[in-house]
Nanobody, 114 residues
């Protein structure tokens, strides 16, 4: 059974930092492109960042220079380091694994507010 379990969300002040983690099980992790997406009510889910099996990265323009995605294949874990957070970063963040199939985590709330 495939599971993607996110952690690290919560409330953070504007300008602050937060790190999300996603631990995968049931997949051959190193083969998968891993990504983080986010969604706010009434809007489409948007891809925030992705990292390939070779650790090439891609970022949405809205987070480039502030967010960093990384992976640890020994721990089956992908991270999203979020710095200089803004209120518009408030969303539910989802971990995604993509190769022959797409898998999604259950999502975790990140709220940026003073």
């Amino acid at each position: 059974q495939v599971q993607l379990v996110e952690s690290g969300g919560g409330l953070v002040q504007p300008g602050g930092s937060q790190r999300l983690s996603c631990v995968a099980s049931g997949i051959t992790f190193h083969r998968y492109v891993m990504g983080w997406s986010r969604q706010v009510p009434g809007k489409q889910r948007e891809l925030v960042a992705s990292i390939t099996s070779g650790s090439s990265t891609n970022y949405a323009l809205s987070v480039k220079g502030r967010f960093t995605i990384s992976r640890d294949n020994d721990k089956n874990t992908v991270y999203l380091q979020m710095d200089n957070l803004k209120p518009e970063d408030t969303a539910v963040y989802y971990c995604n694994a993509k190769w022959l199939q797409d898998y999604w985590g259950q999502g975790i709330q990140v709220t940026v507010s003073s």
